[in-house]
């Protein structure tokens, strides 16, 4: 069984499994959830399951990576981002496309194992 690098649409009690999870095999917590408002979805990264923490440069990368999704929505008549915050422990973004999901998620984890 291949670890999953991050949880989508899913209930309550698989995100609590994957959580805990993360936190036995030190990796990263990362979840993406339709958010209704807009139907683009909210990525939520959590660092407190691994011992990792986000640089500066990671953070300059991330900030990179939301303002790359904004010139796509952008380009495709859709709203920018709700929002997006970066520490070094807790990152979210709120509306990213379905489109780009994917390939977002695992830029984030791979980031993480990188070092």
């Known amino acids: 069984m291949t670890f999953p690098k991050y949880l989508g649409d899913s209930k309550m009690f698989e995100y609590d499994k994957h ?25 939520q990264i959590d660092l407190m399951t691994c011992n990792y923490k986000f640089s500066k440069k990671d953070e300059e ?40 999901l994917d390939f977002f998620c695992n830029s984030i984890y791979d980031m993480t194992q990188q070092s």
């Open 61 to 100: 990368k991330l900030e990179q990576m939301a303002n790359t999704e904004n010139d796509f929505l952008k380009s495709n008549s859709q709203p920018k981002l709700q929002g997006f915050s970066i520490t070094s422990e807790l990152v979210w973004f709120d509306g990213v496309s379905s489109k780009n």
């Open 19 to 43: 959580y805990r999870n993360c936190q036995q095999f030190d990796k990263p917590f990362i979840k993406a959830k339709v958010n209704p408002h807009h139907g683009n979805y909210f990525v």
